[in-house]
T-cell receptor
Framework: KQEVTQIPAALSVPEGENLVLNCSFT??????LQWFRQDPGKGLTSLLL?????REQTSGRLNASLDKSSGRSTLYIAASQPGDSATYLC?????????FGQGTRLTINP | DAGVIQSPRHEVTEMGQEVTLRCKPI?????LFWYRQTMMRGLELLIY????????DSGMPEDRFSAKMPNASFSTLKIQPSEPRDSAVYFC???????????FGDGTRLSIL
């Protein structure tokens, strides 16, 4: 059974810092890995999707990496802004379903 | 473009009542997913449809839960009878292709008293 873990559960940093969020998964037989953002009272917004054959994906200030063999992914956020404050979830797509981590609640302090 | 639309946004009802949650997926998407989010268990897949046909309902917790998709633009998730432990946020998501990004609605926050 696939298990996805995100550490830390919460993170608070000053505006302007670069930061890394971590995600680990137990079963490397995945189709892809996705990073989502969730704002309070809202649904999830897909940020980046990395196919199992890829090593990384970039979108603006976001860069996600994938190391399938070690069961790890990171989401790098450059030059953080208060608007980046949200919960970030990673999810791995297996043959059956998308399995989510519990998320990292990120707060960027002005 | 309209995103995934869920209704109601909030529902408060008493234990034992029937609850119906509604979802309108993004036009053209061929997959529809129902998820439940709680603090204890996080986000869990309940059921998903492909071209209106239920494919995997192994995540549906009990027979009290049922889901239908009568056409490509509408799906319902029904709980009958409801229990306090069903309290959660229920999300609907749709996508074009099984392994493509899923687009989520804003969810229905359900409270069973």
């Amino acid at each position: 059974k696939q298990e996805v873990t995100q550490i830390p559960a919460a993170l608070s940093v000053p505006e302007g810092e670069n930061l890394v969020l971590n995600c680990s998964f137990t079963d490397s037989a995945i189709y892809n890995l996705q990073w989502f953002r969730q704002d309070p009272g809202k649904g999830l917004t897909s940020l980046l999707l990395i196919q199992s054959s890829q090593r990384e994906q970039t979108s603006g200030r976001l860069n996600a990496s994938l190391d399938k063999s070690s069961g790890r992914s990171t989401l790098y956020i450059a030059a953080s802004q208060p608007g980046d404050s949200a919960t970030y979830l990673c999810a791995v797509q297996g043959a059956q379903k998308l399995v989510f981590g519990q998320g990292t609640r990120l707060t960027i302090n002005p | 473009d309209a995103g995934v639309i869920q209704s109601p946004r909030h529902e408060v009802t008493e234990m034992g009542q029937e609850v119906t949650l509604r979802c309108k997926p993004i036009s053209g998407h061929d997959y529809l997913f129902w998820y439940r989010q709680t603090m204890m268990r996080g986000l869990e897949l309940l059921i998903y449809f492909n071209n209106n046909v239920p494919i995997d309902d192994s995540g549906m917790p009990e027979d009290r839960f049922s889901a239908k998709m009568p056409n490509a633009s509408f799906s319902t998730l029904k709980i009958q009878p409801s229990e306090p432990r069903d309290s959660a946020v229920y999300f609907c998501a749709s996508g074009f292709g099984r392994y493509q990004p899923q687009h989520f609605g804003d969810g229905t926050r359900l409270s069973i008293l």
